[in-house]
Every structure is written in structure tokens, then in C-alpha cells.
């Protein structure tokens, strides 16, 4: 193993789970017009006229008398609009709902895809703590269940296409800096993709079927990062890549669900399985060779 190439790796994941916070920390506005903020709420305040309020992780609040002229998108959170606010166009809330106060107006058309019902929209459930254990335990009967799935799709692959899993797991450990930059380039390149669909407005049905394709996509990387780990906590080589397979899926699963630790888990693992897929498909790398 390259340790210095995963050295570097390491310290771009990092680089990048500190910018992504700072995103997160940031409102984007564009030519003082559009307010748009990824993993938070954007706010349009008193009085102010924007074009369009986007959020990503969060709810578009429009206070009183705030107004905006074309739409107000909120992604994992809800549309609120407080007395006398305007939206003159439309307003929709995906993974959440809109929240409408006596006085304020839509004139376009408005539309939810749930009926989540926080106005602090997805961050803010996390942040109060009388939704933890409910939110732990039902993120954690998720990971299980996800953990399940993947272990009959894994155990699949490697009897229907025995060097697939582990040509992924090959790439990962053969060039673990490239399979980060190519997880990297995933994951940015799908929260463009999104940002370009909400405004488009006419691309809104088109997110969930990204998002599925994208989860799926995560999903089939991440078992290679699972038979990955499993080979190198199993140096027996009697024992079967489907054996190695579950004890790295097992081990992921169970730093997948201490709380706080777990994001950063499924974030790395998430990383490097979309890095590794691409850089064996796409990448300008020597394909593994396998026995």
C-alpha cells in the first residue's frame, strides 16, 4: 500500500469535511438576487426583494413582508412564509411542507413531496435534543437495514460476478488517491446537479430520480470499500472473498451507528466507493489483475 498517496487522501477527505462545513455555515448570494445555502436554512428578511430563495438541508424563510419574485425552494426542510410575505412565483418543499401565514401569498403554484413538518427544517431536527433518540434509532434501523440489503446485493455479485467487488477493492487499495478525487468529483458534480434542477424548476421530479441513482450508485461502491475492509482485517487466504465481504460490511455497519462517528463513516466510505468505481471505469489507471 501507497501510504503516502493515502496519507494525501486522508487529508483531502478531511479538507473537504471542513469545507463542506463551511458551505454549510455560508449564505450564497448572488448578485444580491438569488439566496441559496447548502445544509442550512436561507432566510429572506424584512422588506427584501430577492428572485429566488433556495435551500438544501434546510427550510427558505420569508419574513414578513419579505418578498420573492420567482420561486422559494426548500430541499430536506419547508417553505415558511410569515404574515405579508410574497412569493410571486412558486413554491415547493421536498422532504418537507409549505407553511403558509394569514396574509402571505403564493401566485404561482406550491406543492410538497412529504409531510415533514419542522420549520427548522432537516439540521434543526438534529440540533434539539428531544428528537435524538427517536432520530438515532430510526437512522440506526436504516443503516441495519441498508447493511442487510447490501449483504444480499454483495453476496450476489460476487456469485453472479466474482471479480467485480473485488476489482473495486483492488482499485481502492492499488490508488487510494485517485479514488478520492473521483469521490470527490461524484459527489460535488451531484450537488450541482440538484441546484441546477431546483432552479430550473421543470428538473424538480428529476431529483429523486437522481437521488436514486446516485444512493444506488454509493450503495454498489461501498461494498467494494466493505470486502476492502474485510481483506484487510482477514489475512487468511482459506477463508472466501464472501466471508471477507460480511466481516468488513459488519465492522463498517457498527462504526456506521456510533452517534456523531457514523456520518463521518458513511461519508468516508460513500467517498471512497464512488472514487474507486470511477477510477476503475474511467480512471486512467492499470486495472488490476486478478487471480
Known amino acids: 500500500m501507497n501510504w503516502k498517496t493515502l496519507t494525501i487522501a486522508f487529508i483531502s477527505t478531511v479538507v473537504l469535511l471542513f469545507a463542506g462545513n463551511a458551505i454549510a455555515q455560508t449564505d450564497l448570494n448572488i448578485n444580491n438576487t438569488n439566496l441559496i445555502r447548502l445544509g442550512g436554512s436561507v432566510t429572506v428578511t424584512e422588506k427584501q426583494v430577492v428572485e429566488n430563495a433556495i435551500a438544501i438541508g434546510g427550510s427558505a424563510i420569508v419574513q414578513p413582508n419579505g418578498r420573492v419574485t420567482q420561486t422559494a425552494i426548500a430541499i430536506g426542510g419547508d417553505v415558511i412564509l410569515n404574515q405579508g410575505a410574497r412569493v410571486d412565483g412558486d ?115 428529476l431529483i429523486p430520480l437522481l437521488s436514486v441513482i446516485f444512493s444506488l450508485t454509493s450503495l454498489v461502491g461501498a461494498l467494494g470499500i466493505s470486502l476492502f475492509v474485510g481483506q484487510q482485517v482477514v489475512k487468511n487466504d482459506r477463508q472466501s472473498n464472501v466471508y471477507r465481504f460480511l466481516i468488513g460490511l459488519l465492522i463498517i455497519t457498527l462504526l456506521a451507528l456510533i452517534p456523531s462517528v457514523g456520518g463521518i463513516v458513511i461519508f468516508v466510505v460513500s467517498l471512497f466507493g464512488l472514487g474507486s468505481l470511477f477510477t476503475w471505469k474511467f480512471g486512467k489507471v492499470q486495472p488490476p489483475i486478478l487471480e
Open 91 to 205: 413554491a415547493y418543499a421536498i422532504g418537507g411542507k409549505v407553511v403558509q401565514a394569514e396574509g402571505a401569498t403564493i401566485g404561482g403554484s406550491n406543492g410538497t413531496f412529504n409531510n415533514h413538518s419542522d420549520g427548522q427544517g432537516m439540521m434543526g431536527m438534529h440540533r434539539e435534543q428531544n428528537y435524538f433518540l427517536p432520530m438515532y434509532f430510526f437512522h440506526a434501523s436504516l443503516r441495519i437495514f441498508s447493511a442487510i440489503v447490501g449483504a444480499i446485493v454483495g453476496i450476489i455479485l460476487l456469485r453472479t460476478a466474482p471479480s467485480f467487488l473485488p476489482n473495486l477493492a483492488a482499485t481502492v487499495r492499488q490508488y487510494p488517491g485517485q479514488s478520492a478525487l473521483w469521490g470527490m468529483g461524484a459527489i460535488v458534480t451531484f450537488v450541482a446537479l440538484n441546484i441546477f434542477l431546483a432552479i430550473s424548476l421543470i428538473g424538480i421530479p
